[in-house]
T-cell receptor, first 118, second 113 residues
């Protein structure tokens, strides 16, 4: 029933570890995203994939590596975790937007993964 | 680059009060505009949207009108309820295939009895 799901919901780990967050959507959407929400609630896009291809890669340390095995999944792997990586990470998906028209590709968000690095 | 500016919160209102949360934007071209709501402990949900000038988005008693002349998309509700307590995010998206959303910093609304 869930449209966009993420696992785990909570993740507590130590500095230097490597961890992954998984995201799956059952909406048949072509495009998936990862956003980071910091402690002040500020949301910023990290990555976007369209049909398994990377289309947005904002200024994110290369310790973060997204992987899309198929268009329904977009996982986020983080190497050598740092204290500043502590945040809530949201996955989202949307239908493909084609052309320059004003079609609205609303994004559907998952419930978030709260990552705490100690 | 694109940016969205929202009024700082928190906004504290009594139940049945009138709500306005201001949002202005900077973007080239004709972006689509959105309001998302985040209830405590949950992800973001689309509240309403508008795609061109003078469009009015509405949902659950909330409204916002796309004003190109003032580059604004203020959120309003005539009578808030305690259940409206949440963080509200204004966002824009420029047309195209790289459809990233640019968010404002969010405004926390607290409604009391």
């Amino acid at each position: 029933d869930t449209a966009v799901s993420q696992t785990p919901k909570y993740l507590v780990t130590q500095m230097g570890n490597d961890k992954s967050i998984k995201c799956e959507q059952n909406l048949g959407h072509d495009t998936m995203y990862w956003y980071k929400q910091d402690s002040k609630k500020f949301l910023k896009i990290m990555f976007s994939y369209n049909n398994k291809e990377l289309i947005i890669n904002e200024t994110v340390p290369n310790r973060f590596s997204p992987k899309s095995p198929d268009k329904a999944h977009l996982n986020l792997h983080i190497n050598s975790l740092e204290l500043g990586d502590s945040a809530v990470y949201f996955c989202a998906s949307s239908p493909l937007i084609v052309g320059s028209g004003r079609s609205v590709g609303e994004q559907y968000f998952g419930p978030g993964t709260r990552l705490t690095v100690t | 680059g694109d940016s969205v500016t929202q009024m700082e919160g928190p906004v504290t209102l009594s139940e049945e009060a009138f709500l306005t949360i201001n949002c202005t934007y900077t973007a080239t071209g004709y972006p689509s505009l959105f309001w998302y709501v985040q209830y405590p402990g949950e992800g973001l949900q689309l509240l309403l949207k508008a795609t061109k000038a003078d469009d009015k988005g509405s949902n659950k008693g909330f409204e916002a009108t796309y004003r190109k002349e003032t580059t604004s998309f203020h959120l309003e509700k005539g009578s808030v309820q305690v259940s409206d307590s949440a963080v509200y995010f204004c966002a824009l998206r420029r047309p195209g295939t790289a459809s990233k959303l640019t968010f404002g910093t969010g405004t926390r609304l607290q409604v009391t009895l």
